[in-house]
T-cell receptor, first 115, second 114 residues
Framework: DTGVSQDPRHKITKRGQNVTFRCDPI?????LYWYRQTLGQGPEFLTY????????KSRLLSDRFSAERPKGSFSTLEIQRTEQGDSAMYLC?????????????FGQGTRLTVV | DQQVKQNSPSLSVQEGRISILNCDYT??????FLWYKKYPAEGPTFLIS?????DKNEDGRFTVFLNKSAKHLSLHIVPSQPGDSAVYFC?????????????FGKGTKLTVNP
């Protein structure tokens, strides 16, 4: 399977703990995105990378959130001091930069539950 | 401020008939539009897209129509099949404005009855 891969698929954590998610994009894709989806809502943009550079961040990405893509391949999203409001599906997507389109392909997501 | 709106939370159609899913947007900077399909416990799957320089794009059973003056787009599925039952998300981006992010609507749950 050469699609976007996310790990873990599910994570249950206690409030106040730190969690880290990993995303492996489609291999030739140079753009990588993180989105968050809560029940009844569409995905909400968090941040995106072109290669290893983080080019855009949403105001939703508080200082407890940090994302990295150190070698321009896989990415990690860390949430520090988790809160119950962080419970959501965290989606990673990737795309190949070319003029005139931004068709992003999504992974299956990591469902985070903060108890 | 919901920049992309899908005002119908759900839609039910008979197998073989046409499904029409609607989407409205408010940001005139949006110049690229996409439709995604999502099954439970899976990530969204890309279906079809359209650039603002076009008013129609067709791919098999799926056609997307864009009315820029009305800031409205629609997805037509003909003929509808039970396997099309899923949540459909409309998304938009402002590529010319330098933003790569997709702004999504809240989705419409389509049920195709056999």
């Amino acid at each position: 399977d050469t699609g976007v891969s996310q790990d873990p698929r599910h994570k249950i954590t206690k409030r106040g703990q730190n969690v880290t998610f990993r995303c492996d994009p489609i291999s030739e894709h140079n753009r990588l995105y993180w989105y968050r989806q809560t029940l009844g809502q569409g995905p909400e943009f968090l941040t995106y990378f072109q290669n290893e550079a983080q080019l855009e961040k949403s105001r939703l990405l508080s200082d407890r959130f940090s994302a990295e893509r150190p070698k321009g391949s896989f990415s990690t999203l860390e949430i520090q001091r988790t809160e119950q409001g962080d419970s959501a599906m965290y989606l990673c997507a990737s795309s190949l930069a070319r003029g005139g389109n931004t068709e992003a392909f999504f992974g299956q997501g990591t469902r985070l539950t903060v108890v | 401020d919901q920049q992309v709106k899908q005002n119908s939370p759900s839609l039910s159609v008979q197998e073989g008939r046409i499904s029409i899913l609607n989407c409205d947007y408010t940001n005139s900077m949006f110049d690229y539009f996409l439709w995604y399909k999502k099954y439970p416990a899976e990530g969204p799957t890309f279906l079809i897209s359209i650039s603002s320089i076009k008013d129609k794009n067709e791919d098999g059973r799926f056609t997307v129509f864009l009315n820029k003056s009305a800031k409205h787009l629609s997805l037509h599925i003909v003929p509808s099949q039970p396997g099309d039952s899923a949540v459909y998300f409309c998304a938009a981006s402002a590529l010319q404005g330098g933003s790569e992010k997709l702004v999504f609507g809240k989705g419409t749950k389509l049920t195709v009855n056999p």
